[in-house]
């Protein structure tokens, strides 16, 4: 086993304008095709989501197309965890599994709460009544 490198050098790259419209268009298409879409980003060995803008902006789309969006970089059960990774930003095979179990939960507790939902108007005038 190689150890991981965890020196980072400094994110700068600027984003990609058409790449964000996809990502937008991808999201409409979704939408209007009535895809229950989720979008993850995946965990990192190294906390350095701060200085990586493709966390910020798919942030800021998600929540303008209110669209989940599972931000699993900096997820503490995979900082720093060598057993799950292959280098710095990829995982290896059990931490792809744990990973993939985590979003599997995640996406079936929120088609709970959603299910929960529907089943039952838990709107501000019901409550009043």
Known sequence: NKPIQTDTPDLKFELDSNKVNFFKSFIKDCIDSNVNL??????????????????KIATEITDEYNIPFYNYSSDTLFLKHHEYFYDRVHLNDRGARV????????????EELNSI?????????????
Do not use: G
Request: net charge positive.
């Open 38 to 55: 989720y979008i993850v980003a995946s965990p990192r060995f190294i906390k350095n989501v701060e200085k990586d803008p493709s966390v």
């Open 99 to 110: 990973f993939s179990n985590k979003v599997i939960d995640k996406i079936l507790q929120n």
């Open 117 to 129: 939902s529907k089943k039952y108007d838990w709107s501000a005038e019901k409550i009043k009544k």
